[in-house]
């Protein structure tokens, strides 16, 4: 949303629509609760903004609430309290400078007993942390708010419900649509008018109890699912849409909130098809990344070796390290390494999205060094042939292109960075680093299999998407018509990408 031509009356009334959407939010609402139990009293829509705009910065990570000051400059907090982009906050807006200088003061003021701020500092970012009492009185809440049954309370304000159902625009990432891949500017369009529908029902029953209770969440999940579920309208069972798509640098597409950002286990039961007769299919690009890096390091014969193996047992999994192994595990480690991640470091990374997905597994080097082992040991040498043509020395030494696009067309500025680093010491462990390497391995992964999935839903998909993932989507159908969809985009997978569609 841009700031071109507002006038102050409407800017007010956009802002406090989006505030009071935060504010009968599950997000909203547990700060409310934990407000109330630390200080006893109630907090202003504008005050609950401002805390939720604090978390949602520092990545909704509780383990950080009440320890780590996190520097958060002012125009991330204007966009998280607003329906704006960080982008509009500039010098020259005095629209936007006067009405964050004013809430910034108010709410610093205010909160004191809620939040941490660093004192001001002029040039500097302040730095923002949430008070451990007030922490822990909201992580008791967000735990009753999914695990307890009850009848939410329904808005005052009927605009806000509204609001909550009118199709968003497109997110950061679209202002210059121009210089976009078609495909994406298709993309986002679809995904901005197909609806979904939250099954309320379900969501006000026992039931859901124990859904919760075999799922046994820890904090982080039950964090992330209570920010899925803050731009979810969860008094209503009719469609909604979903919340804004932003697009990233490598062309992969996103939302903050939503059904999008919800567990996979908790989608199966809670997003419904629009039309109460129609059923939902899932497409999925099985092992899309491992069959794009086969591509990028030349490796024919693996791509057909794990397409054989596909074809024959319908999952790559059980073929990829011990076969007892948590599919999940091995699917972290494995496209962290799709996806440029140190070997040396795929532990660390495993174990804590382990700990992130409900995991209780302890990810060693040897549990690395066997999933990469056997079937995937040829992937291992040849990243490693291929990173090595990308250490910090030779690319600031090189002569190639100064931007790298990727099958998208979105580019990587490779050597810009490369000179960014150069201007400080230049360490021998430094410039044989392949980290610039890594992400242009990931820039060049992604933007491949958003090709793939860009294609399908720009080209063949015509159904109402209900959700969508980097690699895979659901969509509604009638139940007379999901043989034909099955065979139509099987056979454009076939045909231009060389993929099964399950």
């Not at 964050?100 to 302040?126: H, Q, W, Y």
């Not at 708010?145 to 609001?163: H, I, K, N, Q, R």
């Amino acid at each position: 949303m841009k700031l071109n031509k507002l006038d102050p009356k409407t800017f007010e009334k956009q802002v406090s629509l989006y505030q009071n959407k935060i504010y009968y939010g599950p997000r909203g609402k547990c700060i409310k609760e934990a407000a109330y139990a630390k200080v006893g009293r109630d907090l202003t829509e504008q005050q609950t903004a401002y805390i939720s705009a604090v978390m949602a910065v520092s990545d909704g990570n509780l383990v950080d609430y009440g320890w780590a000051l996190t520097e958060i400059p002012v125009e991330l907090l204007f966009s998280h309290m607003t329906p704006y982009f960080h982008t509009v906050y500039k010098p020259g807006n005095n629209l936007v400078a006067k009405y964050m200088a004013e809430v910034t003061k108010n709410c610093i003021d205010e909160l004191g007993d809620l939040i941490l701020v660093s004192p001001f500092s002029k040039g500097k970012c302040r730095k923002f942390g949430i008070d451990r009492e007030f922490a822990r009185y909201y992580r008791m809440a967000q735990h009753n708010l999914l695990y307890f049954v009850e009848t939410p309370a329904m808005p005052e304000d009927e605009s806000e419900l509204e609001y909550l159902l009118a199709p968003k625009p497109r997110g950061y990432g679209f202002e210059h649509a121009d210089r976009l891949h078609p495909w994406s500017i298709t993309t986002v369009d679809k995904l901005q008018a197909s609806q979904w529908r939250f099954n309320l029902d379900l969501y006000r029953s026992e039931k859901k109890q124990e859904l919760f209770e075999d799922h046994k969440l820890t904090d982080e999940q039950v964090e992330s699912l209570n920010a899925a579920l803050n731009f979810t309208n969860t008094h209503t069972s009719g469609p909604q849409f979903h919340e804004s798509f932003h697009l990233q640098e490598a062309g992969r597409m996103h939302t903050v909130g939503g059904c999008i950002q919800m567990p996979s286990w908790f989608r199966k039961e809670f997003v419904l098809p629009v039309k109460e007769s129609n059923v939902r299919v899932e497409l999925d690009l099985k092992c899309c990344q491992l069959l794009i890096l086969c591509d990028i390091l030349e490796l024919p014969e693996l791509k057909a070796k794990i397409k054989e193996i596909l074809d024959r047992d319908g999952s790559v999994w059980p073929s990829i390290g011990d076969p007892n192994l948590d599919k999940r595990v091995k699917k972290i480690i494995v496209y962290a390494f799709c996806y440029g991640a140190e070997i040396n470091n795929l532990p660390y990374l495993a174990n804590k999205e382990a700990r992130n997905q409900g995991l209780r597994f302890r990810v060693t080097k040897e549990v690395v060094d066997e999933c990469l082992s056997g079937l995937l040991e040829p992937l291992v040498k040849a990243r490693e042939e291929w990173l090595q043509q990308y250490t910090v020395e030779k690319i600031i030494k090189g002569r190639g292109p100064r931007v790298i696009k990727n099958a998208l067309g979105y580019g990587y500025s490779i050597y810009k960075e490369a000179a960014e680093m150069g201007k400080g010491k230049l360490t021998k462990k430094l410039l044989a680093s392949t980290k610039l390497g890594s992400n242009l391995l990931a820039h060049l992964a992604q933007g491949q299999e958003q090709y793939y999935i860009q294609d399908l839903i720009a080209n063949h998909i015509t159904e109402n998407i209900l959700t969508f993932q980097y690699d895979g989507l659901n969509l509604e159908v009638e139940p007379t018509e999901v043989e034909n969809l099955i065979n139509r985009l099987g056979a454009a997978c076939k045909a231009q990408l060389e993929f099964k569609v399950w």
